[in-house]
């Protein structure tokens, strides 16, 4: 999570599965959105009416639009990948011209040393020689001066760009500080036993995360489902696991769906913390913690009997 955040403004995560940015679209856009499958919900069509339909529904579908690209807004990841390109594009025209540039100033050094050489044995020319590669002489060297009057025109049009992109880069709303929140939840009983928050962001160490588990972790647990992060492959956490003799399960790379319990309760965390906001790491504690209160003790329809609340479907199998 950022450090602060305003309900204004998208609420951007890093899913610790899959490591990418996840980018959520509004639940309205959602709702309305189309794809070609859709016609094989249309009972009235047999299979190759459908198929025909499909096939003109993607076929449509993979065209580029044509004037919806410059009215609706571009998302953050396509302005950066934008500004990226156009910041290559540039790198690449410059690396040509500072070759060709290289080339011309090794031509120069040549004519400059020829020049000596012919300048020794023109002692010995008539002064109309001398005269005539003295003319030749000055016209190189105007050319040299307008030359690297061309250089100098060229670097000011690169350093003003550089200066373009920069300030273009400091509009756009970068996150430079991150606060982890480690997420574990009960898969029988859709309990959250607790979100332990660490200001050190994405430098928390397997060390802080080991403590934290071992504080929250029920003394009955069996299995522990986790993603195959640095934090839960290390030694602390080996360690952890013999200590408090559970057994590890690791899901599959980039497959945040096998662990598909603790993903949707991100996603419930997310929403509730979406039109919240706060300036700093204790404001959003206090938020965790409200969000943890309310969300055992509401119905989830998760749970095998309708209407009970983690907490309450936590109690009734104690009671068994």
């Known amino acids: 999570m950022p450090v602060s955040h305003e309900p204004a403004v998208k609420l951007p995560a890093v899913s610790g599965s899959s490591g990418r940015l996840v980018i959520e679209p509004p639940a309205e856009a959602e709702s309305k959105r189309t794809w070609p499958g859709q016609v094989f919900a249309n009972d009235s069509l047999d299979y190759p009416e459908a198929m025909l339909e499909f096939v003109a529904a993607s076929r449509a579908e993979s065209q580029p639009p044509l004037d919806t690209a410059d009215t609706q807004p571009r998302s953050l990841k396509a302005q950066k990948r934008e500004l990226h390109q156009a910041e290559r594009k540039i790198q690449d025209e410059r690396r040509i011209v500072r070759e060709k540039r290289s080339l011309e100033d090794q031509a120069w050094s040549v004519l400059k ?11 010995e020319e008539s002064v109309a020689a001398r005269q005539a590669q003295a003319v030749q002489w000055r016209v190189l060297r105007e050319q040299r001066t307008t030359s690297l009057a061309q250089r100098e025109e060229q670097d000011q049009r690169w350093r003003q760009e550089r200066r373009t992109f920069r300030e273009r880069w400091l509009q756009l709303p970068i996150i430079t500080a991150w606060i982890a929140i480690l997420v574990i939840t009960d898969n029988c009983t859709r309990q959250c036993l607790g979100l332990p928050l660490f200001v050190a962001g994405p430098k928390v160490t397997s060390e802080l995360i080991v403590e934290a588990l071992r504080a929250l972790l029920p003394p009955e647990l069996r299995f522990l489902i986790t993603d195959r992060g640095t934090h839960f492959t290390a030694d602390a956490f080996k360690n952890l696991m013999r200590s408090e003799e559970f057994i590890h399960v690791l899901i599959a790379c980039h497959r945040p769906q096998s662990n598909g319990i603790a993903e949707r309760f991100v ?9 919240k906001s706060w300036q700093d790491d204790p404001e959003l504690a206090l938020l965790l913690e409200q969000f943890l209160v309310e969300y055992n003790d509401r119905p989830h329809q998760g749970l095998p009997l309708p209407g009970l609340s983690p907490n309450e479907f936590a109690r009734r199998i104690g009671l068994l």
């Open 113 to 123: 040393a020829g020049r000596q050489v012919e300048k020794a044995a023109s002692l």
């Open 267 to 275: 996603r419930s965390l997310k929403e509730w913390l979406r039109d």
